[in-house]
Every structure is written in structure tokens, then in C-alpha cells.
């Protein structure tokens, strides 16, 4: 059984991957929404908050977690690591091995939570690989509640103002890959290419599925999801639908996180 956990929806990305992918696992999914967004916290905050949503994974028993969230991952990951005896896979990793593979003019843009942009997870993770090639990292601290909230229709205009907003400098330096270095990103896809055309975008939570698929051996399962939020049931569920484009059922649950 895989866990998968995010500050919000965004996670749902890496979960549409996941059972495209390994469609007899099951999974549980928690979304913190009654906390959203983490990127706007202290490092210690995330991490606490992070600490708790493994703990609740955990008792549900499952035998691997994936942070569908590029705060966390960027921020935390090494400190679950060390404190849970449990394979934990995040999505800075397998999404910078992708932008190096697929940039052709070695500038890579990187937009994420203002947490994840100040780590410099990314960016350390890029050079690491390879020295020439250029960053430029712009922080989007109003697109998770853009997405929260149903602002993510293609023709959105109050989105694509944003957008364009925020990615004037990565247009400015030609870049001609953009990590979506939150999760909650690649629902505003629409409108984030229609801004910077001919720009690869690398889906982050995407990328951490198919390294998740490639490590860990598919365990089986009947293809359960269960879903569980600290917030309100009702509205998870109706995003979650129209993001998977599937029905999750009777299977939205509330759990008290700060119980763990």
C-alpha cells in the first residue's frame, strides 16, 4: 500500500499518475487542507506539520510515502528520512533530473511556494548534475490558493494575469523548461503554457510517480484509494473529481491531524 500526502489537492496529480501506472495498488491519500498552504510556514512549522502527516500514513500501514509536495520535499525530506523507518520519495529529485535531460539551451526556470524557492532545492539538485546549466527560480505564493479555490479554467482571466504576473522574468531569460515545482501547479498547466509558449513544463508530481513506480515493485492490491483531509469533506470531493476526472466515492474521510 502506498501513502501519498500533500498541503492540499495538488498531490491529486502524483495520485492520477500513480493509477495510471499501478492501477491494482492501493493507496491512501491525505490532504491537509485545513492547513493549506505549507509554503508560506516556517522550516520548523513544515516539518512538524510534516512529521504528523507521516505518523497518520503510517498507522493506515503503508509500505511506502511519496511527498507530493514540493515544500515539504524541499524542506523536510532529509528529516522524515532519518526519523521513519519507511522508503520516502519526494519530487524535488526526479523533477530536476528530468529538466536537465530535456533542456536544450541549459536555462531552466523553477517556480514553486516562496519555501520551496528560498531552499534552493532545486537549483542544488540542477548543478549537481550539471554545472552549465543556467536557473532562474521565481516564487508563486498566490497559485496554490488560485488552485484551492477553482480559479483554474484555461481562459481564467484573474489566473492568467497572475501568471503573467509571476513569469515575466522566467520569459524574460528564455528559458526553455520550467519546473512546476509544486503540485499544485500543474492544474493551471492550461494557462501557464499559454503565457510561455514552446516552454517544456515538468510535472513534478508526475516525474515523483514514475521514480516511485521505478523503485518500489508494485505490491498489488485491489486498486482502493482512500482519501483523507483535516478540513471540509464535501468541497475535497467535488475538486477531487473534476481533478482526477474520476469519482472517488463514499471514500473521503476527516482525520484530526494534530493528533499525530
Request: charged fraction near 20%; charge should be negative; include cysteine.
Amino acid at each position: 500500500m502506498i501513502g501519498v500526502f500533500d498541503s492540499g489537492m495538488g498531490g491529486l496529480t502524483a495520485i492520477k499518475q500513480i493509477v495510471k501506472m499501478m492501477p491494482n495498488e492501493d493507496i491512501v491519500y491525505f490532504g491537509d487542507t485545513g492547513r493549506v498552504p505549507y509554503g508560506t510556514r516556517s522550516k520548523d512549522t513544515i516539518i512538524k506539520y510534516a512529521c504528523q502527516d507521516v505518523r497518520f500514513l503510517l498507522s493506515k500501514n503503508v509500505d511506502a510515502i511519496l511527498i507530493a509536495c514540493g515544500t515539504v520535499s524541499a524542506n523536510a525530506i532529509s528529516v522524515l528520512r532519518e526519523q521513519f523507518d519507511v522508503p520516502i520519495f519526494g519530487v524535488v529529485e526526479a523533477a530536476a533530473d528530468k529538466a536537465v535531460r530535456v533542456t536544450k539551451n541549459k536555462t531552466v526556470g523553477i517556480i514553486g511556494t516562496n519555501a520551496t524557492v528560498k531552499s534552493g532545492a532545486y537549483t542544488s539538485h540542477i548543478k549537481a548534475l550539471d554545472q552549465n546549466i543556467k536557473t532562474v527560480s521565481t516564487p508563486c505564493p498566490l497559485f496554490v490558493p488560485l488552485v484551492e479555490n477553482g480559479f483554474t479554467d484555461a481562459n481564467n482571466e484573474i489566473t492568467r494575469l497572475t501568471c503573467e504576473h509571476y513569469l515575466s522574468d522566467i520569459k524574460a531569460s528564455g528559458a526553455d523548461t520550467l519546473i512546476l515545482g509544486c503540485t499544485h501547479y500543474p492544474i493551471i498547466a492550461p494557462v501557464i503554457s499559454k503565457v510561455l509558449p514552446c516552454v517544456e513544463l515538468v510535472n513534478t508530481g508526475a516525474e515523483a510517480a514514475v521514480r516511485l513506480f521505478e523503485e518500489v515493485k508494485p505490491m498489488g492490491g485491489t486498486g482502493k484509494i482512500e482519501y483523507y483531509v483535516s478540513d471540509d469533506v464535501a468541497s475535497f470531493k467535488a475538486a477531487a473529481e473534476l481533478f482526477l476526472e474520476m469519482p472517488v466515492g463514499e471514500n473521503v474521510f476527516k482525520v484530526d491531524i494534530e493528533k499525530y
